[in-house]
């Protein structure tokens, strides 16, 4: 089946240790989304690549970064972790079909230590 | 900016209808979506309707949009244990989703 697939599905990082998150899909879209979301609050999207052009959130920090090496992979690097980025991460993608539908992935939780 | 608000909590009872209510801001969404998400878990699409609908029916699920209050609504009929999530309203801007907080859904047997 076609699917967008997150690993790890949890991640242990310890205070200011870079962590990376991963992102793959079999949907061939061309746009794929980073989203943050904290417990009990919606998921607050940090940038998006269309294509090769990324487009980051005038709000994220520069702690996060992401890398698209090829249209099927996606990455969520985060230099240096603060408490405040415990969270559940979100990968997305969008095609290009008439209603704009988003396909999410699982969800990497991330624990700061 | 851009504001999508709903109501934090519901809780029903097996078998009676769910109608979870959203209000957003921005006119000019083409779409609207409602997903679902379940401990742990991404989010699921439940269903959408185009801005320039009034109503769109699914088997158990009735969206009504109200585009003159900017009021959106789920409705789900015979509410089952399954049932049990967290659902998002979100209002497409400029290609993303702007999300509101979630409703969670609790279903009593």
């Known amino acids: 089946d076609a699917m967008v697939i997150q690993n790890p599905r949890y991640q242990v990082t310890q205070f200011g240790k870079p962590v990376t998150l991963s992102c793959s899909q079999t949907l061939n879209h061309n746009v794929m989304y980073w989203y943050q979301q904290k417990s009990s609050q919606a998921p607050k999207l940090l940038f998006h690549y269309y294509d090769k052009d990324f487009n980051n959130e005038a709000d994220t920090p520069d702690n996060f970064q992401s890398r698209r090496p090829n249209t099927s992979f996606c990455f969520l690097d985060i230099r240096s972790p603060g408490l405040g980025d415990a969270a559940m991460y979100l990968c997305?993608?969008?095609?290009?079909?008439?209603?704009?539908?988003?396909?999410f992935g699982p969800g990497t939780r991330l624990t700061v230590l | 900016g851009e504001d999508v608000e709903q109501s934090l909590f519901l809780s029903v009872r097996e078998g009676d209808s769910s109608v979870i209510n959203c209000t957003y801001t921005d006119s000019s969404s083409t779409y609207l979506y409602w997903y679902k998400q379940e401990p742990g878990a991404g989010l699921q699409l439940l269903t959408y309707?185009?801005?320039?609908?009034d109503m769109k029916q699914d088997q158990r699920l009735t969206v009504l949009l109200n585009k003159k209050d900017k009021h959106l609504s789920l409705r789900i009929a015979d509410t089952q244990t399954g049932d049990s999530a967290i659902y998002f309203c979100a209002e497409s801007f400029t290609g993303k989703l702007i999300f509101g907080q979630g409703t969670t859904l609790q279903v009593k047997p």
């Open positions: 309707i185009f801005s320039n609908m």
């Open positions: 997305a993608t969008r095609g290009t079909d008439s209603y704009n539908e988003q396909f």
